[in-house]
C-alpha cells in the first residue's frame, strides 16, 4: 500500500494533544509509521511536502515532519502532468499547495492521499479525475493490512 501523507497529518503529534479528536488522530499517525517501519505501508514524500515543511517557521515542528519524511520509500517531483492536474484541481477549490500534494500523490498512482484537514478531505472527495482515494487518518487505518 502506498500512502501520501499531508503536511498536516505529519504534523499531528506536534498539536495540542489536550485536545480529544487530536490525541486519536496522533495514535493513529504513530500506527501508521509503525507500519510503514514494517513495510506494510510505503511512505511516499515529494518536493512540495519538503517545500511546505521548509516554510514552518517553528524549528522543532520543522525537524520532526522532516525526520518523518525519512521514513519514506519514495520521492515524487512535479510532471507537467502533475501541474496540470493540480491547476484543474486549484480551479475546482483547492489551495495550491494542497492541490499540489493531491496532484502529485495521483499521478504516482499512490494508493491513498491521507489528511487530518476535514475541509481538504470533503473537497478532494469531489474532485474529477482522481486517481487515488482520500481518506483521513483514522479511515486509513482501518485500511492496513495486518
Known sequence: MRIYLDTCCLQRPLDDQTQPRIRVETEAV????????QGTISLLTSEALEFEISRTPDAQR?????????????RLTLSDASE?????????????????????????GADFFVTA?????????????????????????SEIPQ
Open 62 to 74: 520543522r525537524l520532526e515532519a522532516t525526520a518523518i519524511l525519512t521514513l519514506a520509500r519514495e
Open 30 to 37: 504513530f500506527a501508521i509509521l509503525a507500519s510503514v517501519q
Open 117 to 141: 484537514d476535514d475541509k481538504l478531505l470533503r473537497r478532494a472527495k469531489l474532485l474529477p479525475d482522481l486517481k487515488i482515494t482520500p481518506i483521513s487518518l483514522l479511515g486509513l487505518v
Open 84 to 108: 496540470r492536474l493540480a491547476d484543474s484541481f486549484a480551479q475546482a477549490g483547492l489551495s495550491a499547495i494542497d492541490a499540489l500534494h493531491v496532484a502529485l500523490a495521483s499521478t504516482a
